[in-house]
Every structure is written in C-alpha cells, then in structure tokens.
T-cell receptor, first 111, second 114 residues
C-alpha cells in the first residue's frame, strides 16, 4: 500500500518558467511533510518542509503548499533553473520515527 | 560542520554473504536512520537508532540489524544476503528522534549482490 504517491514520473519545464511537482498521501495521521532533491550518485538533499498546521511555506525559489482536505501537497520552483534538474521526492511522517517516501519525479529544466 | 558520511561507496557481495555498512552522523546529531532505496523507488525505512538503542523499525527481516556507538556513528549489518538486497543504502541523521525533525542524508552505499 503506497501511502505517499507521486503520480508523475517525469516533468520537463523551460528555464525561467514555473515547475510544479505534486504529491498525494492517504494517511490522515501524517503531520509533517518534506521535499528532497536527489542527483545521481548522491544522497537526497533536504529542500523544504511543512507542518500540518500550515498551508504554505516558502524558501527562496521554493514554495510548498499543503491541502489537508485533499491530502495533497505540491512544490513550486520559480524560476526554474537547469541546475534544478534532478529527481524530487516527497516524504511524510506521522509523529513516528520514520519518513514514508514517494517514488520520485524526475524534473528536467530545459535551457 | 561535517555532513553525514557513509562508507564504503560501493561494494559487491555474493548471495549468502554478510555485509557491514557504516555511517557517521552530522555534527550535533544523536539520531541515525537507515533506508534502502531500490532502483526506481523511493527510500524505504529500515530502522532508527537513538542513544545506542533501536528506536523503531520498518518492515525488514531480522537479518537486517544495526548498531549505534557512543559517538552516534552507526552500522547496518545484513546477513545471508539475497539478490533483492541489491540497492542504495542511505543513512540519515537528525537532532532528535521522531518524525518532525528533519533528517539529513549521506551519499549512500551502493550494494550489489551477485
């Protein structure tokens, strides 16, 4: 049972435009959500997180939106840059010790 | 500030062998979590260690075991290796246990079982 789903395996965006990566979850007990970026041959790098008491969190070019009623979160990258090309994972936790990860979305930013 | 480091980077084992992977946590972090990432999948939680005790475990068999040392570094041991154990093994550290403290990942160890 996949509790965290990233339904788009890949996404291509032109440089300078907005990238929107989506993530859905099924467990209503999740209360902390994160996005990680992963380059080949490297470990995941933390990007941004959001607690369930918020619906938006911004950090520079990255904004995460949380819609609890829809059990949906999204990551917006504006403006997109070629260096943003990577695999993006969303993760969720429900007050326990572990993160549950989605399967990732490969973002390609075209110059 | 030193980030999370893991060793070795790669290794190749044969079925039935045993392997030990190592992780040094980020400075100031006392909690270490281990994840397995199979090809095309997201990381899957194996277990977490806090103050040298296992603090939680995912859906992995007992042949996956771990240790945490007083300096908060950690080992992952896998006995009786199977072909399906081939994966990227990731270690992550955090200030505290629990799921609301951000976990920072190391570069991983790529294990190939032949």
């Amino acid at each position: 049972d996949q509790q965290v789903k990233q339904n788009s395996p890949s996404l291509s965006v032109q440089e300078g435009r907005i990238s929107i990566l989506n993530c859905d979850y099924t467990n209503s007990m999740f209360d902390y959500f994160l996005w990680y970026k992963k380059y080949p041959a490297e470990g995941p790098t933390f990007l941004i997180s959001i607690s369930s008491i918020k619906d938006k969190n911004e950090d520079g070019r990255f904004t995460v939106f949380l819609n609890k009623s829809a059990k949906h979160l999204s990551l917006h990258i504006v403006p997109s840059q070629p260096g943003d090309s990577a695999v993006y994972f969303c993760a969720a936790s429900g007050g326990t010790y572990k993160y549950i990860f989605g399967t990732g979305t490969r973002l390609k930013v075209l110059a | 500030e030193t980030g999370v480091t893991q060793s070795p980077t790669h290794l190749i084992k044969t079925r039935g062998q045993q392997v030990t992977l190592r992780c040094s946590s980020q400075s100031g972090h006392n909690t270490v979590s281990w994840y397995q990432q199979a090809l095309g999948q997201g990381p899957q939680f194996i277990f977490q260690y806090y103050r040298e005790e296992e603090n939680g475990r995912g859906n992995f068999p007992p042949r996956f075991s771990g240790l945490q040392f007083p300096n908060y570094s950690s080992e992952l041991n896998v006995n009786a290796l199977e072909l399906d154990d081939s994966a990227l093994y990731l270690c992550a550290s955090s200030f505290r246990p629990g799921g609301t403290d951000t976990q920072y990942f190391g570069p991983g160890t790529r294990l190939t079982v032949l």
